[in-house]
Each structure stands twice: as structure tokens, then as C-alpha cells.
């Protein structure tokens, strides 16, 4: 079984990912082997010299990440000794985030008013956490510690273990809504599974449209409550790093956004 066969299969089989990052990570598995480039430093290089010659920043970063995550399981599963991607000059984009804001206290607002009691406590926790979709979708009752008011992250990337602080309304609304139940996991469907990942995703996008007249979407709430903590907590920039479980402070940075577009403003004044 060589290299990506294995990947292929591993990605089959691994459940800390969503269903769009392992379609991603097999459409990169493609392009690289439709390529012809093997798990080497040389051709690891020539490859990304040439990505970034032809693609998007944000393409090339994203296949570089993943790339990166592929060759940590190969180095997992004994497959080669050391990950080649560690030793090819990493990809970076300088530019200035302007993504759109979301305050935090107004998406939390529009949350409240989704109807389904489970997608509604589901995006909260989301919220006030920091957790990403999968870590809180397969979040398990035993992981939440109502006396200590904490959690236990298990699905984390990079197999990164980690306990969060949470909100005692929170933890009491998550009580209230377990009615009982001391084991499994804390959001499931009525067949007792692993709750929808696409109506999850269209609940909080359409009630969203209906409150604020723009969309939400999971990764924006990380998004917010990282900035909400920055600019209104004045937390550091460590202490959020291990409350979104972030290998790196680079990528916490990303996600620390203006509440206004400010350099945009000084710039169209420029050239008024």
C-alpha cells in the first residue's frame, strides 16, 4: 500500500475532521499525485515553488497546512521516519485581515432565537467557548465537569488535548437540557447519533439572515469570541492560543479582527 492509498484510506476512517476538510484533504491528495510529487524535500519544494506561482495565496496556504497534517500521519503511522513538509520553506501571505466583523453579543442575540432547543444550545456553547464544529459536535457528556464549570476537548487537530473555562448560565442550560442523561454524546439526533452537520450549518446561517440580514457561519463565532476576548476580556494573545487549542499564536493573530475596517477608510480618503 504506498503512500496515498494509505492517506486515502486514513481519511476514511478519521472522524476528527469535518466532511468539507477531508474532501479538501483528497482533493489536495489528488493534485499531488496527479503531479507526480513524492513525499521528498526536493519535490515537496518544486511543487509549492510552483503553487504559488499559479494559485491563490490562500490556496497554496491551505494545501501547504495540509500537506503538513498528511505527513504528521505518515510520521504516526511509521510510515517514513521524519515529515518532509517540516523542511520546506513554509508559505506566507502578508496582507490585512478585513473580514467582516460579527460582534459577539449580537451573534449570541440571534442564536437565542433559533427554535430547535439542540442547534441553538449547540451554537451557544460554540459561542462561549471557542470550540470548533466537530469538538463540539462530538462532545461527550463525561467531558463536561459541572463542578469545576470546565470541559474536556478531546477531538482537537493534532490529536492537542484541552480543558476550557465555561459560563455557569451555560453549564446550567447544559444540565436543564440533558434531562438525566450521564453518558454519551451531549448533542445528538433522535436515532441517538451525531447531530446533522449541514442542517446545523443552515439553521444558524438562516436565522442569522432573518435577525441580523447577513449570514453566520460556525468558524465566524470562533472568529468573534477570539476577538471579543482580545478587545473586551484584554486577554492574551497565549491565553486565547490555548482556548481555541491553536498550535501556533500566527494563526490565533488571524483571528483577531477590527471592529472597523479602519485602514480601508484612510486609504478611499487618500484617494478621494
Given at each position: 500500500m504506498n503512500?496515498?492509498?494509505y492517506l486515502n484510506y486514513y481519511l476514511g476512517n478519521e472522524t476528527n475532521y469535518s466532511k468539507s476538510t477531508i474532501k479538501a484533504y483528497r482533493s489536495d491528495l489528488r493534485q499531488m499525485k496527479n503531479s507526480c510529487v513524492g513525499w521528498s524535500v526536493k519535490s515537496l519544494q518544486a511543487y509549492f515553488d510552483q503553487l504559488i506561482q499559479h494559485y491563490k495565496p490562500a490556496t497554496a496556504m491551505r494545501r501547504y497546512h495540509?500537506?503538513?497534517?498528511?505527513?504528521?500521519?505518515?510520521v504516526r503511522a511509521k510510515r517514513i521516519k521524519i515529515n518532509p513538509m517540516k523542511q520546506?520553506?513554509?508559505?506566507?501571505h502578508q496582507h490585512v485581515q478585513q473580514r467582516e466583523h460579527h460582534p459577539l453579543e449580537e451573534a449570541i442575540q440571534a442564536i437565542r432565537q433559533i427554535n430547535h432547543p439542540t442547534y441553538r444550545l449547540f451554537f451557544e456553547l460554540i459561542s462561549q467557548t471557542g470550540l470548533r464544529f466537530t469538538e463540539a459536535r462530538l462532545l461527550s457528556i463525561e467531558d463536561i465537569q459541572f463542578t469545576t464549570f470546565t470541559l474536556l476537548v478531546r477531538h482537537g487537530k493534532g490529536r492537542r488535548l484541552r480543558t476550557v473555562p465555561l459560563g455557569e448560565k451555560l453549564a446550567h442550560k447544559l444540565q436543564a437540557f440533558l434531562g438525566g442523561r450521564t453518558s454519551g454524546l451531549v448533542f445528538r439526533s433522535t436515532r441517538g447519533q451525531a447531530i446533522n452537520e449541514q442542517q446545523a450549518r443552515d439553521t444558524l446561517r438562516k436565522q442569522s439572515l432573518a435577525t441580523r440580514g447577513r449570514p453566520l457561519h460556525p468558524h465566524d463565532l470562533r472568529v468573534s469570541f477570539a476577538t471579543y476576548l482580545y478587545q473586551t476580556g484584554d486577554c492574551r494573545l497565549l491565553e486565547i492560543q490555548r482556548l481555541l487549542g491553536h498550535g501556533s499564536s500566527r494563526t490565533t493573530e488571524g483571528y483577531i479582527l477590527s471592529q472597523e475596517t479602519k485602514l480601508q477608510h484612510i486609504i478611499n480618503a487618500l484617494s478621494a
Open positions: 503512500h496515498f492509498i495540509a500537506l503538513m497534517a498528511l505527513g504528521n500521519e505518515l520546506v520553506r513554509p508559505i506566507v
